[in-house]
T-cell receptor
Framework: AQRVTQPEKLLSVFKGAPVELKCNYS??????LFWYVQYSRQRLQLLLR??SRESIKGFTADLNKGETSFHLKKPFAQEEDSAMYYC????????????FGKGTLLTVNP | EAGVAQSPRYKIIEKRQSVAFWCNPI?????LYWYQQILGQGPKLLIQ????????DSQLPKDRFSAERLKGVDSTLKIQPAKLEDSAVYLC??????????FGDGTRLSIL
């Protein structure tokens, strides 16, 4: 069974501080990992996926297969980063269904 | 490109009533998903369609939930009869070949 764990429901940092949102997963094969973000009053949208290995809005995430983790990091948080962040995985193939974590609400204080 | 469209945005019904949600995916996206998101939790897949065929409905409560995608484009999700625990946001998503999923705004359902 596939499972995604986001241990922090809430995370509060000050503007300019580093931020790390934790994500651990359980999957027997080789999963594809994603971070989705939902800003206030907006729809859920893709932030980044591990296979693209790109940085979006200053965020990066590295897949650590040994620790089964996919933590999201940003060196200097901005107030506009305040949002709900969801880690998700899929096993890929023809059945591309996503399994989501419960989400972490990030608040960046001025 | 136009995004995934869902309607209605909000719906309030009494328990034991029926309700239906509609989704229009991004043009050309063959795969369509319905998710249920209960307050404080991440979205949970209810059903996945590939064109007009069901790929995965293992988590759909089939005694009360049904979904269809007759022409392989639009989809409807129905609940009959509704229970209090069905209060949630119902999200529709679509994807093309090996692409990440694009989500609609969702329908917020409240059961009284």
């Amino acid at each position: 069974a596939q499972r995604v764990t986001q241990p922090e429901k809430l995370l509060s940092v000050f503007k300019g501080a580093p931020v790390e949102l934790k994500c651990n997963y359980s999957y027997s094969g080789s999963p594809e990992l994603f971070w989705y973000v939902q800003y206030s009053r907006q729809r859920l949208q893709l932030l980044l996926r591990h296979i693209s290995r790109e940085s979006i809005k200053g965020f990066t995430a590295d897949l650590n297969k040994g620790e089964t983790s996919f933590h999201l990091k940003k060196p200097f948080a901005q107030e506009e980063d305040s949002a709900m962040y969801y880690c998700a995985l899929t096993g890929g193939g023809s059945n591309y269904k996503l399994t989501f974590g419960k989400g972490t609400l990030l608040t960046v204080n001025p | 490109e136009a995004g995934v469209a869902q309607s209605p945005r909000y719906k309030i019904i009494e328990k034991r009533q029926s309700v239906a949600f509609w989704c229009n995916p991004i043009s050309g996206h063959a795969t369509l998903y319905w998710y249920q998101q209960i307050l404080g939790q991440g979205p949970k897949l209810l059903i996945q369609f590939q064109n007009n065929g069901v790929v995965d409905d293992s988590q759909l409560p089939k005694d009360r939930f049904s979904a269809e995608r007759l022409k392989g484009v639009d989809s409807t999700l129905k609940i009959q009869p509704a229970k209090l625990e069905d209060s949630a946001v119902y999200l529709c998503a679509s994807t093309g070949m090996s692409q990440p999923q694009h989500f609609g705004d969702g329908t917020r359902l409240s059961i009284l």
